[in-house]
């Protein structure tokens, strides 16, 4: 049987296996973050809201208006998102809803990126990097997750040969702003083969990953210039600034119509999707239709703890994104590992 061209699309329900944040989880972080409130009149004694992010924003007030400084509108954003959010289903959506507020938009992505990078380094895929020379996370903590079953299924008896060839077959919709695939890829890669990390890097080379609302900043190994250790979260205010311009919109995307089409073609052209942790919200469906139907067969998606009722509107977007009578999979009472357990044999990748 051909290998066929497999699309999983993945959200934060599936980052959440190796204790990431949720959105809702998430937004609440943020808001804590941003919510600046000073013990005197200086703004000197901080009793709420992050050192970090602070630091951030007094580094851009400073670059913006070197005569005035005045960092209040910022911290006045930061207090907003803090009573706003609760209003909206994720950061993103309140991001969406507040997009011509420069402060806020600038404010969100810090929290963003100091929340993820936190909740990466808690992860049981980080390692410390001062305790040894050649720092590997410890995969066996991660054995009973997605990311392992995944890997195992496309890779079990394969050899370094063959690796590329099967990754061609395979591509990521992630919207998280976390590096988890990317960075277990690489790592479970070394454990498998044996191999130091250039190998490694050059071995997964063609692992496509698109991330549509950005990331918090590139791996190291992935050569640019604005990179982050995987959960470094003791960063300074210009290092902050500069990851924070890796993060888009709903918005920012429309407008810049880049990642959209290529996010398109790829479910256009998949044999097979999986949605794996994916929240279907309207939003980012909308981002996913192809202009012309998909011509994938089989669908297989997580939407746990669903109701009846909403696993069939569920069903109803799915047709609405690949416009085809394709066989679709909904399970509530599953995981993502356990769905990539369900149904192993189907899976032809």
């Not at 993820?116 to 995969?139: H, M, Q, Y």
């Not at 496309?154 to 060839?165: D, S």
């Not at 139907?293 to 669908?299: D, E, G, L, V």
Request: hydrophobic content about 35%; aromatic content about 8%; some cysteine.
């Amino acid at each position: 049987m051909a290998i066929s061209k497999t699309l999983f699309i993945v959200g934060a329900g599936a980052s959440d296996e190796v204790q990431l944040p949720i959105g809702n989880v998430l937004k609440k972080q943020i808001a804590r973050k941003v919510n600046f409130r000073f013990g005197d009149s200086y703004g000197q004694e901080l009793q709420s809201g992050d050192h970090n992010i602070l630091s951030a924003l007094r580094e851009h007030a400073r670059q913006a208006n070197a005569h005035n400084k005045d960092i209040n509108p910022y911290l006045h954003a930061g207090r907003r998102i803090h009573d706003g959010i609760t209003q909206a289903d994720s950061i993103d959506y309140f991001l969406s809803s507040n997009a011509t507020d420069e402060e806020m938009q600038l404010c969100g992505k810090l929290g963003i990126v100091r929340c993820i990078l936190a909740a990466e380094r808690k992860s049981p895929l980080w390692v410390d990097g001062r305790e040894t020379a050649d720092p590997r996370p410890n995969l066996s903590q991660v054995e009973d997750t997605w990311y392992n079953r995944l890997f195992t299924k496309l890779f079990n008896g394969l050899g370094k040969e063959e690796v590329k060839n099967r990754l061609q077959n395979i591509d990521f919709i992630v919207f998280n702003y976390d590096r988890c695939i990317e960075h277990y890829f690489l790592n479970a890669a070394r454990n498998l083969y044996g191999i130091n990390e250039n190998e490694a890097v050059d071995l997964i080379k063609p692992l496509n990953v698109i991330h549509p609302y950005g990331t918090i900043g590139d791996l190291p190994w992935q050569n640019s210039n604005n990179h982050v250790p995987y959960g470094n979260d003791n960063i300074g205010g210009q290092k902050m600034l500069d990851l924070s311009q890796k993060i888009s919109t709903f918005t920012e995307q429309i407008k810049e119509k880049t990642v959209i089409p290529k996010m398109q073609k790829l479910v256009q052209n998949a044999d097979t999707i999986l949605f794996l942790g994916f929240g279907f919200h309207p939003q980012n469906m909308k981002m996913l239709k192809p202009e012309n139907r998909s011509q994938a067969k089989n669908i297989f998606a997580t939407a746990f703890g669903e109701s009846k009722s909403n696993c069939i509107s569920i069903r109803d977007d799915i047709f609405e994104v690949i416009n085809n009578p394709a066989s679709i999979e909904i399970r509530s009472d599953l995981k993502c590992a356990a769905m990539l357990g369900e149904y192993n044999r189907s899976l032809n990748i």
